[in-house]
C-alpha cells in the first residue's frame, strides 16, 4: 500500500471512529466513573486512536491532571492533537507515537494506564505481553483498565441472520481468527493474573439506542453496520447478503433504522486489576 493510500485509509477510518464514538459515549463515560480516577493524577491512554477518550479522561482526572494518549498511528496523532485543540484542554493532554508493547516510558511513571479496543491477540501479538508494559509503567497501587466491545445487537427481529453474520466476522477478523482460548480477548482476566495483578475483576457497561433515531446516531448505527458486516459478502450466502442489504438500505421499505420500534445496543466490558505493592 503506498504512503497516499496508507493516509486515505487512515483518514476515513478516522472519520468512522469519530461517528460510532457518538453512539458508544455513554458507555465509556461510565466505565470512566467507575474508575474513579483520581482528581490531578497521571494517566495513559494506550492506543489513544482519535484521541476521544484521552479527552474524557482528561476531564476526569480534572485541571491538576495529565493523560498522554500514545498510538503507533501518527495519521491519528495527528487527528488526536486537532481534536484536543478544539475541546480546550490542551494543557492536560499529550500525545506521543509509540508501541505499547513496548512502551518509551520509564519504570513507575503513572497512576493508571487505559486502553480501549487496542491491545488485541493475533498476528504473532501477545496481550499479556502488552499488560505487563502497562504494569511495569504504573506506580505501585496503581489501576490498570482494558475495555473491549463485547458483543452486540444491531439487527433487532433478525437474531438468525445477525448470528451467520457474526459467524463470518470471525472467521475473517485477525484479532479472532485461529487465536487460543485463552488469548481470547474475553479472557483477560487470566492475562491480569498471570501479570501478578492484584484485586482484578470485569464490569460491563451498554451502549444503546432505539428509536425515533436522531440523524447523527443513525449514522453512528450505520457505520457500525458496515464496520462490522460491510465486507463479508465473499463469506455468506446470496440470501443473506440480499437480506442484510436490504435493511440496511435507507431506500429500502425493508430500512430496519426507519422502524418506530427500533432498538440495538453494543456492550463492553472492562477488565481491571491493580499493580502490587
Known amino acids: 500500500m503506498s504512503e497516499e493510500s496508507n493516509d486515505h485509509s487512515e483518514r476515513e477510518y478516522a472519520e468512522q471512529l469519530l461517528k460510532t464514538g457518538r453512539l458508544l459515549e455513554g458507555a465509556i463515560r461510565q466505565a470512566i466513573q467507575a474508575l474513579q480516577l483520581e482528581q490531578g493524577s497521571v494517566g495513559l491512554d494506550a492506543g489513544c486512536g482519535i484521541g476521544t477518550h484521552t479527552i474524557q479522561l482528561g476531564e476526569a482526572v480534572g485541571p491538576g491532571g495529565k493523560v498522554t494518549g500514545l498510538d503507533i498511528s501518527p ?5 488526536a492533537r486537532k481534536t484536543a485543540q478544539q475541546s480546550g484542554m ?5 500525545f506521543q507515537q509509540g508501541d505499547m508493547l513496548d512502551l518509551p516510558f520509564e519504570d513507575k511513571t503513572f497512576d493508571w494506564v487505559w486502553c480501549k479496543d487496542s491491545l ?4 504473532g ?25 463485547s458483543s452486540q445487537m444491531l ?4 437474531p438468525e441472520l445477525e448470528a451467520r453474520l457474526m459467524v463470518a ?28 495483578l492484584q484485586d482484578v475483576g470485569v464490569r460491563s457497561f451498554a451502549a444503546d439506542a432505539y428509536a425515533p433515531l436522531a440523524p447523527e446516531i443513525r449514522d453512528a448505527i450505520d457505520t457500525c453496520l458496515q464496520m462490522f458486516f460491510g465486507n463479508l459478502e465473499p463469506h455468506v450466502s446470496q440470501e443473506d447478503w440480499a437480506l442484510f442489504q436490504r435493511l440496511c438500505n435507507p431506500e429500502s421499505d425493508d430500512d430496519l433504522l426507519k422502524c418506530p420500534d427500533y432498538y440495538c445496543f453494543l456492550n ?3 477488565f481491571y486489576g491493580k499493580v502490587a505493592g
Open 125 to 149: 501479538k501477545d496481550p499479556v505481553v502488552g499488560l505487563k508494559e502497562f504494569a511495569r509503567v504504573v506506580r505501585p497501587g496503581g489501576l490498570i483498565a482494558v475495555l473491549y466491545w
Open 169 to 196: 466476522f470471525t472467521e475473517t477478523t485477525p484479532y479472532l481468527k485461529g487465536v487460543p482460548p485463552d488469548r481470547h480477548f474475553l479472557r483477560a482476566l487470566g492475562w491480569m493474573q498471570s501479570v501478578g
Open 155 to 158: 439487527l433487532p427481529g433478525y
Open 268 to 270: 463492553y466490558s472492562m
Open 120 to 123: 488485541w491477540p493475533g498476528q
Open 90 to 94: 490542551s494543557e492536560r493532554l499529550d
Open 75 to 79: 495519521g491519528f496523532l495527528d487527528f
